[in-house]
Every structure is written in structure tokens, then in C-alpha cells.
């Protein structure tokens, strides 16, 4: 079945700090990728996504790559800001499978001043 | 995107009684999904919701201890029976579709529930 792999975190970088969290997948078919993020207290955010091969999702700064040849999405930032202290979470859909969302384990990121 | 709110926000509970969590969506969608977040932990896909129809379960989660009600397209309900401390959790409910497509979800803010 599918699967999703994130690091492990916590992941604790200082402020203006370059940030990549790494992603890879297993599916059958050709995914959806999504990157969501949970700050403290709250619901999940979707962050950004990438729907097939090269594409590239950003958002706030964020940016991920789709590439199928690592089946990975690994997200990046290239400086963090202490409001960017949340629990980011990789996550897959296939279009055949109901849109059915496989999350990773999740990565705590924290960002000190 | 779909604006997504669930009640109650929080909850502590006794062993043994049971919750119903709600969620309202301020748009008509055809399928709803409702996750738990176990402390500490990532998201796992309790069952699918859609109008009309008997929701279907994933592994590991049963009618009786989860029952889902779907009587519309912008309304859900799941309870949690019976509750135990092993229920403690953080209770999601998804939408899918809006701006970014029907291959997206977008979720609610959660209710975080409590069992002593």
C-alpha cells in the first residue's frame, strides 16, 4: 500500500536558518503531493501541493519539488522565522483510491530567536 | 476554500460515556472524512462520510464505536462510544475540493478530547 516517510524530528534551527524537511513516498499509481502544517493548538493547513512530475508547490516562502525519480517532496525555506514553529506533515492522495490523504509521521520544527 | 468549524473544540470526559462531535461546513461537499490524531502522533483515517449513504470504515475502526451520521451535504456528526483513556485524542473532520481541486482536503480545527 502507500506510504509516506518524513525525518524524524524535532528539528530545531535559529532564526533566518535555512530549513529542509525530508519526504519520500511509496504509491502504485501517480500521487498527489501535499505538504500541511499544524501550529500549536490548531487544525492542519494545507501548505502547499504538486500534482505530477517537476512541478513545484510554494506558498509563505515554502517550496517543495515533486520528483518522481526519488519519489521525494522534500520541503524547504530558505530562512525560518520563529511564527514558522509548527509540526509539519507530508502527506499523499491517489486518484484512484477516493482521494483517500496517507500522511507521514509528522516533523517538529522549532525555530528560537 | 471551504470554512470548516467542529464542536465542541475540547472535552474531558468520563470512562465509559460517550461524545458526538460536530461538523459544519459552510458549503456543500459530497464527501467528508474524519481522522484521529493520537497524542504525538500523525493523522489516521477513521472512516468516509457521504450523503446518503453508510460511511465506510477503515481497518481497525468499527460502526459501533464510531457511528457517523451524514444527513447532508454541509453536516457531520461522529461520536465516540464508550469511551476509554486510549481514546484520547485530537478528532479531525476533512472536506475535500475549493480552489485547489478535488484531490485536496482541507480540515477542520479539531477537537480535542480528554477521557479519564
Known amino acids: 500500500g502507500d506510504s509516506v516517510t518524513q525525518m524524524e524530528g524535532p528539528v530545531t534551527l535559529s532564526e533566518e536558518a535555512f530549513l529542509t524537511i525530508n519526504c519520500t513516498y511509496t504509491?502504485?499509481?501517480?500521487?498527489?503531493l501535499f505538504w500541511y502544517v499544524q501550529y500549536p493548538g490548531e487544525g492542519l493547513q494545507l501548505l502547499l501541493k504538486a500534482t505530477k512530475a517537476d512541478d513545484k508547490g510554494s506558498n509563505k516562502g515554502f517550496e517543495a519539488t515533486y520528483r518522481k525519480e526519488t519519489t521525494s517532496f522534500h520541503l524547504e525555506k530558505g530562512s525560518v522565522q520563529v511564527s514558522d514553529s509548527a509540526v509539519y506533515f507530508c502527506?499523499?492522495?491517489?486518484?484512484?483510491?477516493?482521494?483517500?490523504?496517507?500522511f507521514g509521521g509528522g516533523t517538529r520544527l522549532m525555530v528560537k530567536p | 476554500s471551504a470554512v470548516i468549524s467542529q464542536k465542541p473544540s475540547r472535552d474531558i470526559c468520563q470512562r465509559g460515556t460517550s461524545l458526538t462531535i460536530q461538523c459544519q461546513v459552510d458549503s456543500q461537499v459530497t464527501m467528508m472524512f474524519w481522522y484521529r490524531q493520537q497524542p504525538g502522533q500523525s493523522l489516521t483515517l477513521i472512516a468516509t462520510?457521504?450523503?446518503?449513504?453508510?460511511?465506510?470504515?477503515e481497518s481497525g475502526f468499527v460502526i459501533d464505536k464510531f457511528p457517523i451520521s451524514r444527513p447532508n451535504l454541509t453536516f457531520s456528526t461522529l461520536t465516540v462510544s464508550n469511551m476509554s483513556p486510549e481514546d484520547s485524542s485530537i478528532y479531525l473532520c476533512?472536506?475535500?475540493?475549493?480552489?485547489?481541486?478535488?484531490?485536496?482536503?482541507?480540515f477542520g480545527p479539531g477537537t480535542r478530547l480528554t477521557v479519564l
Open positions: 504509491a502504485t499509481g501517480y500521487p498527489s
Open positions: 462520510a457521504n450523503q446518503g449513504s453508510e460511511a465506510t470504515y
Open positions: 476533512s472536506v475535500e475540493g475549493g480552489e485547489q481541486g478535488s484531490d485536496t482536503q482541507y
Open positions: 502527506a499523499l492522495s491517489e486518484k484512484g483510491a477516493g482521494n483517500m490523504l496517507t
